[in-house]
C-alpha cells in the first residue's frame, strides 16, 4: 500500500511513528502548523516553529524514507491571541520556500471576528502565491462552522479546488462536496471520524475529491489510521485502485497544484544543524 498522508502533525511524535508508518507504506506527508498545545507569546516562537517544519521535521522524516512537506499559517485558535496577529505579515517569507505545499490551517475555531479577519488575510495570500489551502472546521457548532467557511471561501477568489475543507462529517460532507471544494476526513480512535464511518461516506460519496488523513498530534491519535481506513475499504469490498485513489493519488493531485511536491525517496543526511535523531553508540559498540 502507497499512503500519502496529506494532514498529519509529526511535531508531536516520535522517531517510532515515523519507522511504523514508513513500515505500512507512508512514504509522504505534509504537516500543517497548528496550536501546540500550549499558547505562544510572541511571533518569535512562530518563526521557530516555521523553521523546523521547514528543517528539522524534513530531515527526521528523511531517516526513514518520507517525504515531508508542509503548509503554514496562523491557525485560528491563536488568531485570537492579540501577540501573534503579526504572524500573519509573517507568512510571505515562508511561502515562498521549498516544500511548503499550501497555506494552512486556516478557518475557524471559535469564529469569532478576529478569526475571520485572519481566515480571509491567509486566503488572500494563498491566491497571492499561488498556494492550494488547507481549512480547519471547528468541533463546535460544525455544520454553521463549515456553511460559514464556504461562503469566506467563496468570496476569496481562491477557487473552490485549490481548497480542502478538513474534519469533516457526515454532517458537513453534502454541502463541501456541493462547493467544489475538496473534503477532508480525520480519522481518530474516539472523535472525530473512524474507519468504518469513512468507508459508508465513500461508499455514498465516491473517492472523487476526497483526503484521508490521520491528523495525528499531541492528543490521543494515531498516526497509522490511514493505513487502517486503507485495509477497511479494502475489507469492505472496494478494490486497490480505489485506494490509490483516496490514499495517494488524491493528495499528490491536490497539493500537486503548488508545483513544490517532490515525490521521489529523499536523501538522509547524516545530521542536521550538527544533531541527529542517533544518542549515543549501536548496543554493543562500548559507549555509554
Known sequence: MRIFDPHVHMTSRTTDDYESMAAVGVTALVEPAFWLGQPRTSVGSFVD????LIGWERFRAAQFGIRHHCALALNPKEANDPRCAEVVDLLPRYLAKDGVVAVGEVGYDSMTPEEDDAFARQLELAVAHHLPALVHTPHRDKHAGTLRTLDVVRESGLPPER??????????????????????????????????RMVAILREYGTERVLVNSAADWGRSDPLKTYRTGRAMLDAGFDQSDVDAVLWHNPVAFY?????????????????????????????????
Request: glycine share 16%.
Open 49 to 52: 516553529y516555521f523553521d523546523s
Open 163 to 196: 481548497v480542502v475543507v478538513d474534519h469533516l462529517n457526515e454532517v458537513t460532507v453534502r454541502a463541501v462536496k456541493d462547493s467544489g471544494c475538496w473534503a477532508g476526513f480525520s480519522i481518530y480512535p474516539d472523535t472525530k471520524m473512524d474507519e468504518r
Open 256 to 288: 500537486g497544484q503548488s508545483g513544490r511536491l517532490v515525490l521521489d525517496g529523499p536523501e538522509a543526511p547524516s545530521t542536521f544543524a550538527g544533531n541527529s535523531i542517533l544518542r549515543g553508540t549501536p548496543a554493543g559498540g562500548g559507549g555509554s
